[in-house]
């Protein structure tokens, strides 16, 4: 298929091409992502929950990001990877922005960076693109803001917060952002905004009318728990799968079965007489 850029995502946009995204933070896992053909990863904030255990995603480093960043890059080299901005490393200033971004960039490997706001955060956003880096912003339900929000809620509801989440949209493409993420908004807003940007918009819970769709694996794999977002559909039941997988070693181990003869790397390599010749020799105690 060859390497995804954001030429080439912009070209499907225009083509009416449905761009796929998964998030992702590991080698391993970033090639099967790569083998699967998906046009976009995106090296979410979200690690701090799927990978770390946090219960949000305010707690995760530049520094951390950086070392999932890297693996991903490394296991997935087709995909256009998307960095996410942490919290905090780029909403004090628009110099710390542009530090942070470069440092995710030159770091990883990685082809674009993330951040989260609308109006608030054209600054950071046009200065980041300035410096040559591709920008996806990221409206409508901002985890890193869930404080403010009150919990995870759908924003856009109601006229003046429809016509507010529209707003940020246009501001986000007026600051040059190439892409943007829209989070729980109502999928007539997200259509609409769809229609009326160039940026290519990416949906998570924001209906079928925007250019690509983001999940987070493990919600799609089903390995985040019985919990269940709204907007993600089980593509798998891994989870249940390894759960299943781990027993049996588990049972295979204590049960003496496994490991079997073939499971040895080297099944017979001195003689016996020799095997007995080092017992005495290295007699215990
Ligand atoms: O961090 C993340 O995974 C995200 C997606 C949910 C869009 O921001």
Do not use: W
Not at 22 to 34: E, F, N, P
Not at 89 to 107: C, D, M, N, P, T
């Amino acid at each position: 298929m060859g390497k995804n850029t954001i030429t080439s995502l912009m070209e499907m946009k225009e083509r009416n091409e449905k761009i796929s995204m998964l998030t992702c933070y590991d080698y391993s896992t970033a090639r099967l992502v790569g083998d699967a053909g998906i046009n976009s990863i995106l090296v979410g904030d979200s690690l701090g929950m799927t990978m770390q255990g946090y219960e949000n995603t305010l707690p995760v480093t530049l520094d951390e990001m950086i070392i999932y960043g890297r693996s991903v890059v490394r296991g997935c080299p087709d995909a256009f990877v998307i960095m996410d901005m942490p919290f905090m490393s780029y909403q004090v200033s628009v110099e710390q922005g542009v530090e942070s971004a470069g440092r995710l960039i030159k770091e990883t490997n990685a082809n674009a960076v993330k951040l989260e706001g609308g109006a608030a955060v054209m600054g950071q956003i046009r200065a980041i693109s300035d410096c040559g880096i591709p920008v996806c912003a990221h409206i409508g339900m901002t985890p890193q803001s869930v404080n403010a929000f009150g919990g995870y809620k759908v924003q856009g509801r109601g006229e003046d917060n429809a016509r507010r989440v529209l707003e940020d949209a246009l501001s986000v493409e007026q600051a040059g952002a190439a892409l943007c993420v829209l989070e729980d908004v109502p999928p007539k807003l997200a259509a609409l905004i769809t229609r009326k940007v160039k940026m290519i918009t990416i949906g998570i819970g924001a209906g079928i009318g925007c250019d690509g769709q983001v999940l987070v694996y493990q919600d799609m794999l089903g390995m985040s728990g019985d919990f269940q977002a709204k907007h993600v559909r089980r593509f798998a039941e891994i989870g249940e799968a390894m759960t299943r997988a781990f027993r049996d070693y588990d049972e295979a181990v204590k049960s003496g079965e496994f490991p079997a003869e073939e499971n040895s790397f080297v099944r017979s390599d001195c003689s016996d007489e020799f095997l007995e010749q080092l017992d005495r020799e290295f007699k215990s105690e």
